[in-house]
């Protein structure tokens, strides 16, 4: 059965930063391409960045410089690491993994919180 299971969110104040992590199970992870979702209050869900099994990675145009999104295959575990934080960036942050040769198999997190206010 394929889980993931996003941690890392929270409050911080704008300016900050927080580290996402999303643990995945019952999947060859490493085959994998992997990627963060986020859906802000009355919006669509969007794509924030992917990273493909390879390392290639592509970030949203509003994020790129600020984040960075890496995988670890021994651990199973994709990242993101947010830096310079904005309210616009509040948000319900979903882990996804795809497998690239049967785009069918896509599998989704729950989501995990991230609120950015002072």
């Known amino acids: 059965q394929v889980q993931l299971v996003e941690s890392g969110g929270g409050l911080v104040q704008p300016g900050g930063s927080l580290r996402l992590s999303c643990a995945a199970s019952?999947?060859?992870?490493?085959?994998?391409?992997v990627a963060w979702y986020r859906q802000g209050p009355g919006k669509q869900r969007e794509l924030v960045a992917k990273?493909?099994?390879?390392?290639?990675?592509n970030y949203a145009d509003s994020v790129k410089g600020r984040f960075t999104i890496s995988r670890d295959n021994a651990k199973n575990t994709l990242y993101l690491e947010m830096n310079s934080l904005k309210p616009e960036d509040t948000a319900v942050y979903f882990c996804?993994?795809?497998?690239?040769?049967?785009?069918?198999?896509?599998?989704w997190g729950q989501g995990t919180q991230v609120t950015v206010s002072s």
């Open positions: 019952g999947i060859i992870f490493r085959i994998y391409t």
């Open positions: 996804n993994a795809q497998r690239p040769d049967r785009p069918s198999l896509s599998a």
């Open positions: 990273i493909t099994s390879g390392g290639s990675t």
